[in-house]
């Protein structure tokens, strides 16, 4: 499986709600424009919450792609042994209530 195919398989539904949240804000943007003609002041804030949309969503992208490259790499590591010092001290903790 190529890593492209990976990535896509770590895909979160948070991505999804963004991408969602994207197109949500730029149709209402492009509503604005179509119906209202803004100018002036208007038509800047319209174009920057565009440009702002733009940039979040892409933010987002790259976020979750180097999060999944991040899971990927770890995951070509074995796993690590606990300490049988380390295991002790960690159920006795649980032992006496504490968390």
């Known amino acids: 499986m190529s890593d492209q195919r990976r ?11 963004i991408d969602l949240e994207e197109k949500h804000v ?4 492009l509503k604005l424009l179509a119906l209202h003609q803004p100018v002036a002041g208007d038509l800047r804030r319209i174009i920057a919450a565009l440009k702002i949309n ?3 969503e892409r ?3 790259l976020a979750e792609e180097k999060s999944s490259e991040r899971a990927l ?9 606990i300490p ?4 002790q001290m960690t159920d006795g903790n649980y032992e006496n209530g504490s968390q």
């Open 26 to 29: 730029e149709e209402e943007c």
């Open 73 to 81: 790499a770890l995951g070509q590591y074995p796993e690590i042994p």
């Open 59 to 61: 933010m987002a992208d």
């Open 54 to 56: 733009n940039d979040l």
């Open 84 to 87: 049988d010092d380390l295991q």
């Open 7 to 17: 990535r896509r398989k770590w895909s979160s539904p948070e991505e999804s709600q």
